[in-house]
């Protein structure tokens, strides 16, 4: 369980009540960077909209540790892209928790893009969870 008192880190910083603090210079930290000045190009409401999705997806790795099936993000959903790619800054968010870009091979010869997390997540999930759980507190923190 969470409390107001405590830090997690996101990559290398540390998040406590008020969102982001302790900077280690590190690629991590960019991302987390470039994310926050690109959220802030978004209107109120995208970023509310974007928020609220990142927050989803974020529960839905947390309650399900380790499936398979909320690791990877295909570009081409229709909510996805309605609610999260559309906007700035948000794959961004996922990237500093562990996601990166991939194309998948389909069956047809199609190349998928996805946004995933490694192969090591469905094989121990804990050390993300982590992750997640900072995220979490980053975004309930920084965007109220």
Not at 45 to 61: F, P, R
Not at 77 to 86: G, P, R, T, W, Y
Not at 115 to 136: D, M
């Amino acid at each position: 369980m969470r409390n107001g008192n405590e830090k997690r880190m996101v990559g290398k910083e540390i998040v406590g009540k008020k969102g982001l603090i302790g900077f280690e210079s590190s690629v991590q930290d960019l991302v987390w960077e470039q994310c926050m000045r690109m959220l802030m190009t978004n209107t109120v409401d995208q970023l509310s909209d974007l928020i609220q999705c990142a927050k989803k997806i974020l529960n839905n790795l947390i309650t399900n540790p380790g499936q398979e099936k909320y690791s990877s993000l295909p570009f081409h959903n229709n909510n996805l892209q309605k609610h999260f790619f559309c906007y700035n800054g948000g794959p961004e968010i996922l990237q500093g928790v562990g996601f990166y870009w991939d194309l998948i091979n389909e069956m047809d010869g199609r190349h998928t893009k996805v946004l995933r997390l490694p192969v090591a997540y469905c094989q121990n999930p804990s050390p993300y969870i982590s992750n997640f759980c900072a995220c979490l507190d980053w975004l309930d923190n920084t965007f109220k």
